[in-house]
C-alpha cells in the first residue's frame, strides 16, 4: 500500500470555481503534511503546510483529519493562473517524507 | 539566495552510457535529496543525505545508481550503465532539518530539475 494516496484527476474546472482535493495517507506516525504546487516542466515548491487546526492563505484552505488520515486542499475562486499538479506530502520522521503522485488542475477560461 | 543548482538541464545519451548528474544545495542545508519523477511513478524519493552523509537509499532501483555527497556544498548522482528505462526527470531537493522531529519548519527546495533521455 502506497504512503501516500492522491486522485490523480484531471480537474478541469471553470474560472471562479471552487474545487477540492483530497489525499490519505496509510502512516498514523505522520506528523506534518504540506501540499506542493508544480507547474508543467517545472520543480515542486510549497504551497502550504497543513496544521492540525486547519489553515488558509487568501484563496486556499487546507484542512487535516487525523481520525480518517486524510489532508484536503481547497481552492475558492479558481484563477487560470492555479492550472498546475499539487501534490500532497507527508513527512513521517526528520527527513522521511512521502509524495503523493499529484492531482492535475486545469482552470479553463 | 541562488536556490538549488542542477546541471545539467537537460542529458541525452545512448544505453551504456555513464551518466553524472550534479546538484548544489541551498548553502546553510543540511539535508540532501535525490528524486526521481516519472508519469507512471511520480516523484520517488531515491536517496537522501544528512550532513553529507547517506542515510537512507533504500530507493535507489539498482547497483547500476550510486550518490555521493563528498562536502556540503556539492552531491552526484551516478547512472552506470544507463538505460532507456532510467529516462525520467531527476530532482535534487535540500532543506534545513532543525530537529530529528519532523516539523512544518521542514520544508524542502528543489531544484530545477535534469532531464535525463537514455536512447
Known amino acids: 500500500r502506497k504512503e501516500v494516496e492522491q486522485d490523480p484527476g484531471p480537474f478541469n474546472v471553470p474560472e471562479g470555481a471552487t474545487v477540492a482535493f483530497n489525499c490519505t495517507y496509510s502512516n498514523s506516525a505522520s506528523q506534518s503534511f504540506f501540499w506542493y504546487r508544480q507547474d508543467c516542466r517545472k520543480e515542486p515548491k510549497l504551497l502550504m503546510s497543513v496544521y492540525s487546526s486547519g489553515n488558509e492563505d487568501g484563496r486556499f484552505t487546507a484542512q487535516l483529519n487525523r481520525a480518517s488520515q486524510y489532508i484536503s486542499l481547497l481552492i475558492r475562486d479558481s484563477k487560470l493562473s492555479d492550472s498546475a499538479t499539487y501534490l500532497c506530502?507527508?513527512?513521517?520522521?526528520?527527513?522521511?517524507?512521502?509524495f503523493g503522485t499529484g492531482t492535475s488542475l486545469t482552470v479553463i477560461p | 539566495d541562488a536556490g538549488v543548482i542542477q546541471s545539467p538541464r537537460h542529458e541525452v545519451t545512448e544505453m551504456g552510457q555513464e551518466v553524472t548528474l550534479r546538484c548544489k544545495p541551498i548553502?546553510?542545508?543540511?539535508?540532501l535529496f535525490w528524486y526521481r519523477q516519472t508519469m507512471m511513478r511520480g516523484l520517488e524519493l531515491l536517496i537522501y543525505f544528512n550532513n553529507n552523509v547517506p542515510i537512507d537509499d533504500s530507493g535507489m532501483p539498482e547497483d547500476r545508481f550510486s550518490a555521493k555527497m563528498p562536502n556540503a556544498s556539492f552531491s552526484t548522482l551516478k547512472i552506470q550503465p544507463s538505460e532507456p528505462r532510467d529516462s525520467a526527470v531527476y530532482f535534487c531537493?535540500?532543506?534545513?532539518?532543525?530537529?530529528?522531529?519532523?516539523?512544518?519548519?521542514?520544508?524542502?527546495?528543489f531544484g530545477p530539475g535534469t532531464r535525463l533521455t537514455v536512447l
Open positions: 548553502s546553510g542545508h543540511n539535508s
Open positions: 506530502v507527508v513527512n513521517i520522521y526528520g527527513n522521511q517524507f512521502y
Open positions: 531537493a535540500s532543506s534545513r532539518l532543525r530537529a530529528r522531529e519532523a516539523g512544518a519548519d521542514n520544508e524542502q527546495f
